[in-house]
């Protein structure tokens, strides 16, 4: 596996790769990879000639009171995983190299950047959505590969992809989870074990609407209440959100349908989590 530093290299390395016919696979990450990570690694495998994957903790996408200074990082494990994969290129940049002195763009995300993480986290999804159309336009891949965890990331860069007409089909993993149920996410670490045991209250609030579903009942106001009820049976964990969206235009629902995904953001100590899943069997 190549590790590249530079955009310069990268793009090069890229030259030589289209020329020759093959495909890329591009994973965007910003490292201390987990289960997680990986299976988007493999996903990527499957689906193109060779996997590029991205390890940049973008500056822009965080707000001034968020985790940025303390984003977990473990260059060399992250390295050592990846190679595993077989990954041909760990695209690892510095923020001088994506943002040199003067740069100044943005990509401006219109009405699905505010609901959800966007009214709590303004100016984030136009942090996402620059550095990944820097991504696409520096690995050019056929194919990228994203997390659902991060559904309303996901549905955003579908929707720039279409608008922007941009050469890359967009294929979403479903999210991997730990044995009891807690989503991965590199956040994860920072839970002591009492916060983690009350993070698992996400999974749980997916499973009981899950099943009041299944029962019949489909009114969100209901649905809702006990979610926060049962939320509320866990300590030391304060909600963002807990919405019912559709999962394209990601607009608030009244009543549950096939379309619809419960989106959930929430807070334990110093740590923000996110989980969300559709609610119908096969859905
Ligand atoms: O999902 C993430 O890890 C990040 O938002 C991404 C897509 C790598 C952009 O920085």
Request: with cysteine; glycine share 8%; charged share 25%.
């Amino acid at each position: 596996m190549e590790i590249i530093r530079s955009t310069v290299e990268m793009a090069n390395w890229v030259d030589r790769l289209l020329v020759g016919g093959r495909t890329i696979g591009l994973v965007p990450t910003m490292g201390y990879f987990h289960a997680g990570h990986l299976s988007l690694m493999r996903l990527a495998a499957q689906e193109a000639d060779q996997v590029v994957v991205s390890l940049f903790v973008n500056p822009i996408q965080f707000g001034p009171q968020e985790d940025l200074g303390r984003y977990p990082h473990d260059f060399e494990r992250d390295a050592r995983l990846a190679a595993e994969e077989s990954v041909a290129v760990l695209f690892a940049p510095t923020v001088a190299e994506m943002y040199p002195a003067g740069f100044q763009s943005r990509l401006k995300i219109g009405a699905l950047a505010e609901p959800l993480c966007g009214r709590q986290r303004p100016g984030h999804f136009e942090g996402v959505a620059t550095v990944v159309a820097k991504l696409f336009n520096l690995v050019r891949p056929s194919v990228a590969v994203f997390g659902e965890k991060d559904f309303q990331q996901l549905a955003i860069i579908r929707q720039i992809v279409r608008d922007l007409n941009w050469r890359v089909r967009i294929v979403g993993h479903p999210i991997v989870r730990e044995a009891d149920g807690l989503a991965m996410s590199s956040r994860n670490v920072y839970l002591s074990p009492e916060e983690r045991e009350s993070a698992l209250c996400l999974h749980e609030a997916l499973e009981l609407a899950r099943k009041r579903v299944r029962d019949g009942c489909s009114a969100v106001r209901q649905l809702k209440d006990e979610i926060e009820q049962s939320i509320a049976g866990h300590g030391g964990v304060d909600v963002e959100y807990i919405n019912f969206v559709d999962q394209y235009n990601l607009t608030d629902k009244s009543s549950v349908d096939r379309e619809t995904v419960l989106a959930m953001a929430i807070r334990v100590g110093r740590t923000r989590l996110i989980d969300n899943g559709r609610l119908f069997e096969g859905a």
